[in-house]
């Protein structure tokens, strides 16, 4: 059995554990209702631009803007870009794996499909989705901090410049994001989403074939469309993310400071027994010794 000294440091470190823990979940929940308001304002805007970028990509055809125009054999060819959105700091349960492990898993199912490894590059954001493509050696062509939500348009811009450059140019032929979608505090789903070439919708089969009429013209609208659509989408997975760490922190936070408190508990049972034990022990000393003496 442990002395009551260590006993005691043991205690101590866990009251201490649980003071910082506790005070994380507090700061994960005051941050969450802020993100929680900016991703569902952003969300009605990126939907309704998303729908109506798919019926003008679905009227006007892939041949009138690069963006919509299909790659390789399939839709997105063979050259693709992985963007994982993760974050700089741990303490987030499966949020950070979650995320890494879908895009290894893609990644994987690629090149079982008979994609060549070197035509699949990531795009990293966040310290923890780089530290884990780095330990299993695979291709990261950019790395980017992680995003708070004062940068987040910041960096969904700088990224929708990047990615849009390389497929423009015909260097890629696809790009995906693989964030998580916030739901909950204690629910996130992660999704593997296609960014570029964007697609169209399918149309109804009774839907007149006819095309839009563009001002100041087709190439002009779609110029400047397009490539707000690619940040947006960008920008809202960026805020999907940022909600959905600090609700799986929030949730990490609880469960830990609850685990330390029954750690707590048992700790204290385990000392006042070894106390009453050693006391005990004491009393016989004592009783033994007064009972020597007599003889």
Known sequence: MPSLKAVRIRIASVKSTQKIT?????????????????????????????????EVAARAGGESHPMLQPRGNGRDGTRIIVVPITSDRGLCGGFNAN??????????ERIA??????????????????EYFRRRRLKVAQELAGVAGDTALDRARDLAVAVSNEFMDGRVDGVYLVYNEFKSAIAQKVLVAPLLPIAPV???????????????????????????YVRSQIYRALLESIASELGARMTAMDSATKNAKE?????????????????????MEIVGGAEALKG
């Open 202 to 228: 399918a149309l109804p089969a009774d839907a007149p074939q006819t095309d839009f009429l563009y001002e100041p013209g087709k190439a002009q609208l779609l110029d400047m469309l397009l490539p707000l």
């Open 263 to 283: 750690a707590i508990g048992r700790l204290t049972l385990q000392y006042n027994r070894a106390r009453q034990a050693a006391i005990t022990k004491e009393l």
């Open 99 to 108: 995320v890494c492990r879908a895009s290894h898993r893609f990644i994987d």
């Open 113 to 130: 499909a008979g994609v060549p490894a070197d035509d699949l590059r990531l795009n990293v954001v966040g310290r923890k989705g780089r």
């Open 22 to 54: 506790r005070a994380m979940k507090l700061v994960a929940a005051a941050k969450l209702r802020r993100a929680q308001d900016a991703i569902i304002a952003a969300r009605p805007y990126a939907q309704a631009l998303a729908e109506a970028v798919s």
